[in-house]
């Protein structure tokens, strides 16, 4: 129960209320334009993701295995120098970054959620992302995870372009944190494509 009321103020504070601060942004982390690995300021991120969800139930248990889309909206907000500017030094080892996203698979599920990422950099282009969010679930044809209200922890590895974008391996865990005696949850493989906003932005151009 600590954990997911833990994880639920910190989400939803930082996803929603913390991403509107980015205007007043300290200089030091420049602007979110910049997609050179070598600056410490990050892109905000289009992340796209596939995978298996379920991929650990055995074949015998029905409406489990299926497969798993997402799309998720990562700010590049580096939140810990909000909080004060001693942790901006940090920027070039870690960074903290708010994110909201939509994860729907085969059988009809639907997850929307919100959260933060911490984002740890491996030299010039590895990438280690840790996340946890807390969101809305409706199963669909799936099977119930024991609560409309559930907790996602994800961890990524991957590679960093020289233009910031990323592809990372996936695996996720989604499941209630105990708000119910009904608590199975589900796991997912998968990979992700991240691609920053502004490159979007100048393909539209």
Not at 43 to 54: I, K, N
Not at 69 to 95: A, H
Not at 186 to 200: C, D, F, K, N, R
Request: charged share 15%; aromatic share 14%.
């Amino acid at each position: 129960m600590a954990r997911s009321l833990l994880v639920a103020l910190i989400s939803f504070v930082l996803s929603f209320s913390v991403a509107q601060a980015a205007p007043n942004t300290p200089p030091a982390q420049a602007t979110n334009s910049d997609t050179s690995t070598s600056s410490t300021a990050q892109p905000d991120l289009l992340s796209f993701g596939a995978g298996y969800y379920d991929f650990d139930k055995g074949k015998d248990q029905p409406k489990t295995n299926s497969a798993d889309f997402r799309l998720e909206y990562r700010w590049g907000l580096s939140i810990l120098p909000l909080v004060s500017n001693y942790f901006s030094s940090w920027d070039k080892y870690i960074q903290f970054h708010p994110y909201v996203g939509f994860e729907t698979t085969s059988r009809g599920m639907t997850y929307g959620s919100g959260g933060w990422a911490m984002d740890g950099y491996i030299g010039r282009h590895g990438i280690f992302t840790w996340s946890e969010g807390v969101g809305l679930y409706q199963a669909g044809d799936s099977h119930s995870l024991g609560s409309f209200v559930e907790f996602r922890s994800m961890a990524e590895l991957g590679w960093r372009f020289d233009n910031n974008m990323r592809i990372t391996a996936a695996l996720s865990h989604i499941s209630n944190a105990g708000l119910t005696k009904h608590n199975n949850g589900a796991e997912i493989a998968g990979m992700y494509l991240h691609v920053p906003v502004s490159l979007i932005a100048g393909t539209l151009h």
